[in-house]
C-alpha cells in the first residue's frame, strides 16, 4: 500500500452505513485516524441512533486502526462544528474531510411539500458547507487539506422525482468550484465523486441483478484517492461505481459571437442557434473569470 494516510486525521460524514463506512474503514485501513459521524438516521433523514457510528467505530478497532465516534448532525451548525472539534480534541487537527451524509426525500416536484425540499438542501448542501467551514481554518493554518464532497448524477444530470436532491447535489459542485480556487494556496484540493453504488439507499431503486456488481468498495476507491496525498488536483467530479470511473465537467459550446455595437434580435437569435448549441468544440473552463474573460476578449473592445 504505497497510497498511506499515517499521521493523518480523517472526519467521513455519515460513516455509519453504506458509502462513507466503506470510506471510513478503507482510510483506516491505510492508517488514518478516523472521525465516524453519522446521526443514525433514516433514509429520509428521520430517527437517530449512536449504534451506526459505534458499529463502523468498533469495526475499525477491531481491524487494529484508530477511530472515535461523533452523533451530530450536519445539518445543524453547532453539530458540523462539533464533528470537527471531535477530531482536533481526539487526534489534534483535520486532514481530511469526505463530506458523505446524505438522505432522501423523493416526490415529483408538483407533490413536493417545501419542508422536505428544505431538509434535503440542509443536510446536503448547507451540511457539506457547515462542515467545510469549520474545517477550513484549520487546513489553511496547516497549508494542507483533502475535502471531498458526495454529488450524483441526480445532481450533474437531472433525475425525475428528485428536484430537492439535484439542487442539492448541483450545490455541492458549485461550492467546490469555488472552494478549490480559494483552497489552492493553502494546499487545500476540493473534490467531488458521483457514486452509483448498492447501499440501503439505492438498493430499491437499482435492478435486483446488478447490485451484487455495486460495491461501495469502488466508489471508496475514488473517494479516497481524491482523499489522498497522491491526489494534487482540483475541482474533479469522479462518476464512480461498479468498478467504472469517469471524470465530467461542465463545459461551455465554442459559440457565436455577434457584432457588440448592435442589438441581437430574437430572429438573428433564433437563425444562430444551432451553432449557439454546437458541442463539437465545447470547453471546460477553469474559473468564471476565464469564461468571462473570453467573452470579452471576443468583443474586441478591451
Ligand atoms: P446511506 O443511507 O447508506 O448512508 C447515509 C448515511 O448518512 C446514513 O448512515 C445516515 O444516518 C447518515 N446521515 C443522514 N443524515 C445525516 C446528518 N444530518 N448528519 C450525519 N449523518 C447523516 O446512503 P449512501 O448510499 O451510503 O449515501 C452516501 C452519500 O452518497 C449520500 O450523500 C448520497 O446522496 C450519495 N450518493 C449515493 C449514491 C448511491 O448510489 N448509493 C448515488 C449518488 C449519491
Not at 105 to 130: N, P, T, W
Not at 142 to 154: E, L, P, Q, W
Request: aromatic residues 8%; hydrophobic residues 45%.
Amino acid at each position: 500500500m504505497s497510497i498511506r494516510f499515517d499521521n493523518r486525521v480523517a472526519i467521513v460524514t455519515g460513516a455509519g452505513n453504506g458509502l462513507g463506512r466503506s470510506h471510513a474503514l478503507e482510510l483506516a485501513r491505510r492508517g488514518a485516524k478516523v472521525v465516524v459521524n453519522d446521526l443514525g438516521a433514516a433514509v429520509d433523514g428521520k430517527g437517530g441512533a449512536t449504534s451506526a457510528a459505534d458499529t463502523v467505530v468498533a469495526e475499525i478497532r477491531q481491524a487494529g486502526g484508530t477511530a472515535v465516534a461523533n452523533y451530530d448532525s450536519v445539518a445543524d451548525a453547532k453539530g458540523a462544528a462539533n464533528i470537527i472539534q471531535t477530531a482536533v480534541d481526539a487526534f489534534g487537527t483535520v486532514d481530511v474531510l469526505i463530506n458523505n451524509a446524505g438522505i432522501l426525500r423523493d416526490k415529483s416536484f408538483a407533490k413536493m411539500e417545501l419542508a422536505d425540499f428544505e431538509q434535503v438542501i440542509q443536510v446536503h448542501l448547507m451540511g457539506s458547507v457547515y462542515c467545510t467551514k469549520a474545517a477550513w481554518p484549520i487546513m489553511q493554518a496547516k497549508n494542507y487539506g483533502r475535502i471531498v464532497m458526495t454529488t450524483s448524477a441526480s445532481g450533474i444530470f437531472g433525475n425525475f422525482g428528485q428536484s430537492n436532491y439535484g439542487a442539492a447535489k448541483t450545490g455541492v459542485v458549485g461550492l467546490m468550484n469555488v472552494l478549490r480556487q480559494e483552497g489552492a494556496k493553502n494546499g487545500i484540493m476540493v473534490n467531488t465523486v458521483a457514486p452509483i453504488a448498492a447501499t440501503r439507499m439505492t438498493e430499491a431503486l437499482f435492478p435486483p441483478k446488478i447490485l451484487p456488481y455495486l460495491g461501495p468498495h469502488f466508489v471508496t476507491t475514488a473517494a479516497v484517492w481524491l482523499a489522498s496525498e497522491a491526489c494534487t488536483l482540483s475541482g474533479e467530479i469522479i462518476s464512480a461505481g461498479a468498478g467504472y470511473y469517469a471524470k465530467a465537467v461542465m463545459v461551455e459550446a465554442e459559440g457565436v459571437m455577434f457584432d457588440p455595437e448592435k442589438p441581437v434580435s430574437l430572429e438573428q437569435f433564433d437563425a444562430a442557434y444551432g451553432r449557439i448549441s454546437d458541442l463539437s468544440k465545447a470547453t471546460p473552463f477553469p474559473s468564471s473569470l476565464a469564461e468571462v474573460e473570453k467573452v470579452f476578449k471576443l468583443t474586441n473592445k478591451l
